[in-house]
C-alpha cells in the first residue's frame, strides 16, 4: 500500500512539475499575438485566414440567409406570404401536368 501511495505522489509531483513548466496560456497569447501582428504588417497567411473568416461570417449568411435556417429563431428565411405562393404555383403546375 505504501508503494502504492509512493507512486501516486511521484506522479502527482511529475504533473505539477508539467503544468508549471508548459505554460499553454501563454503560448496560446503569443499565437494570437503573433496573429495580430501579422495582420497589423500584412503577412500573407494571417490575411488569407483573416479573410476567410470574414467571408464565412458574412458573406455566406447574405448570400443564402433565404434558403438556409435562422440560428437565433430557428425558421426559415421564407415567409409565409412566400411559402403559400410558391405552394399556389406548385399546386397550378401539377394541375396543368396532370389535369386534377
Known amino acids: ?4 501511495k509512493e ?4 506522479k502527482l509531483k511529475d504533473s505539477q ?3 508549471k513548466n508548459s505554460d499553454v496560456k501563454a503560448v496560446s ?3 494570437l499575438k503573433q496573429f495580430i501582428l501579422g495582420i497589423k504588417e500584412g503577412k500573407r497567411l494571417s490575411i488569407v485566414i483573416a479573410s476567410f473568416l470574414m467571408m464565412l461570417i458574412l458573406w455566406l449568411p447574405m448570400m443564402y440567409g433565404s434558403m438556409t435556417m435562422n440560428i437565433s429563431t430557428g425558421q426559415d428565411g ?5 411559402l403559400n405562393a410558391l405552394q399556389h404555383r406548385l399546386d397550378d403546375r401539377y394541375e396543368k401536368i ?3
Open 1 to 4: 500500500m505504501n508503494n502504492y
Open 7 to 10: 507512486k501516486l505522489n511521484e
Open 17 to 19: 512539475e508539467y503544468i
Open 29 to 31: 497569447q503569443s499565437k
Open 78 to 82: 421564407l415567409s409565409n406570404k412566400e
Open 98 to 100: 396532370f389535369g386534377e
